[in-house]
């Protein structure tokens, strides 16, 4: 089997349309992604961070698979999946959204994109969802067909992303507003262009539906991206945390609900519609959450990304972990994301972080660090 940047190849991992595009511009380390190949790093994630902050930068992300849900019962199906509520969004618009078991956990945090009345799509983390959408629509007898389309993303993401985007499609796709997306055609390919992106950054996603094309459509935009000095990238984990956008599977889990994330606003009790984990996250609401994800600042010598959770301890006694940190640049410490005990969790409260190398301090900070950029 060969070796792939230490990566065994094998036909159940699939490479991207783009994964020939990525070797050729310098590639140096994958990790797996929804059964895919995901570049994780070119030159440096900080040298990635610096382009991505300053400049344009455009990611291989065509493991960010899609779920389509499509069919006179696509609406009802897409609702009892999903804590937002379905009918506010209208076509054109994207939504974050979770998606939970039935005792409330989040098991992805997709982007869903509505394309039509009758059909959505479900841009997702790295979770074999496609099985369980196609059982919980059988099981219900949603009349909609749940399908894996040819669709493959590409993010243009940084501050001359809107130039970019506006030189190859026009000022119409450019300046669409936050959260929408326009479909198209280009040199007879269809795409969907979103103003969305997992960077923190101005940017933009390329949905692009044919799976044939991505040689075509990554030269189509380093061409017209050389004279803002684009530059391929991974996402990139410093500008993620800054922004405080998580991590699904490392910031969450399915033992962890939208609610001690954070995000009340995002599961929509006032809808009528139920949706799975309803009655839990109900039940929590009323009692009230036990721990609850923060933002951490903590010294020690500069982190590099972490590869298991990190223990916090105040008074001697561990009062939670860190799911993600790095050292910023921008601020000149280490960052991250606390779970903790409620009353461990207010802004300005001390800790000690348990590194490898001993204990530093640490104190709580509200997220993001950084506010994201939604509009030039």
């Known amino acids: 089997m060969e070796e792939l940047f230490g990566i065994g190849r094998s036909p159940r991992l699939r490479p991207s349309p783009f994964f ?8 140096q380390t994958f990790t797996t992604y929804n059964h895919m190949l995901l570049p994780m790093r070119y030159t440096s994630t900080e040298d990635e961070y610096e382009a991505l902050i300053h400049g344009v930068t455009i990611w291989d992300v065509a493991a960010q ?11 009802e199906l897409t609702q009892y999946l999903c804590t937002r509520d379905v009918t506010r969004i209208k076509p054109g618009q994207a939504r974050y959204t979770f998606m939970c078991n039935y005792d ?25 969802i496609l099985l369980w959408a196609q059982a919980v629509g059988a099981e219900r007898g949603c009349n909609a067909v749940v399908r894996e389309p040819d ?39 269809p795409l969907v262009v ?25 030269d189509l935009l380093f061409a017209a991206g050389e004279k803002y000095g684009v530059k391929p ?44 984990g309803r ?30 959770h990190i223990q916090v ?37 001390e800790l000690s972080v348990e590194l490898a190398s001993g204990p530093v301090a640490g104190v709580i900070a509200a997220i993001p660090f950084v506010d994201a950029i939604k509009s030039a």
């Open 20 to 27: 020939e595009a990525t070797r050729k511009a310098g590639v």
């Open 65 to 75: 698979r899609q779920v389509e849900i499509q069919g006179p019962g696509a609406a």
């Open 104 to 128: 409330g956990g989040v098991i992805n945090d997709p982007i869903l994109l509505k394309l039509a009345e009758d059909r959505y799509w479900l841009s997702l983390a790295d979770r074999d």
């Open 151 to 189: 669709v493959s993303p590409l993010q243009v993401q940084g501050p001359l992303s809107g130039d970019l985007i506006g030189d190859v499609f026009g000022r119409e796709v450019q300046d669409q507003n936050y959260y929408n997306f326009v479909e198209l055609e280009h040199a007879g390919v």
């Open 194 to 218: 979103s103003r969305t992106g997992w960077s923190g950054e101005f940017g933009y996603e390329i949905f692009m539906r044919d799976g044939s094309k991505g040689d075509w459509l990554w």
């Open 233 to 276: 990238a991974a996402p990139n984990q410093i500008r993620r945390i800054e922004g405080g956008i998580l991590s699904c599977g490392t910031d969450m889990d399915d033992t962890v609900t939208p609610l001690e994330l954070g995000f009340d606003r995002l599961v929509q009790f006032d809808s009528e519609d139920d949706f799975i």
């Open 279 to 308: 009655a839990a996250l109900e039940a929590q609401q009323s009692r009230g959450i036990e721990r609850k994800l923060m933002g951490i600042r903590f010294d020690g010598e500069p982190l590099r990304v972490n590869s298991e």
């Open 313 to 349: 301890s105040r008074d001697g006694q561990k009062v939670g972990h860190i799911t993600s940190a790095i050292y910023s640049p921008r601020f000149g410490v280490n960052i991250g994301f606390v779970m903790v005990g409620i009353e461990h969790g207010a802004a300005g409260t």
